[in-house]
């Protein structure tokens, strides 16, 4: 009966923030100017915070230096730039490292 309350409260939550944006911003009005506002820049604080988590435990004064992470970091930008395929970019620098954590260093 856990299980099945759990799955439910999951899938009542999120059917309610599916549904929610329609009901507060229906078609036929205005979108408000805080809320396109918050559009524009969330994405770019979102991806600074995801950064610095990424980097929040990494010492640069000992080996390895940080290196996998800087490596993995640029391998993300400079596949995004390449291809602009955010599944390659952010897929092939967990995958690197990921292999430069466990098998290089």
């Known amino acids: 009966m856990y299980v099945v ?3 439910l409260t999951i899938a009542a939550a999120t059917f309610l923030t599916r549904l929610l ?8 009005k205005k979108t408000p100017e805080f809320v396109l506002y918050l559009g524009r820049v969330l994405p770019y604080a979102i991806m600074g915070m995801l950064i610095i988590y990424c980097f929040k435990d990494v010492n640069f004064l000992s080996w390895p230096f940080g290196l996998p992470e800087l ?16 599944l390659l970019s952010i897929g092939g620098g967990t995958v690197l490292y990921m292999i430069l954590v466990q098998a290089v260093f």
Do not use: D, G, M, R
């Not at 970091?73 to 995004?80: E, N, R």
């Open 5 to 7: 309350l759990t799955i």
């Open 21 to 28: 944006p329609f009901l507060l911003f229906p078609a036929n």
């Open 71 to 86: 490596l993995a970091s640029l391998f993300v930008i400079l596949a995004h730039k390449w291809k602009h395929n955010l």
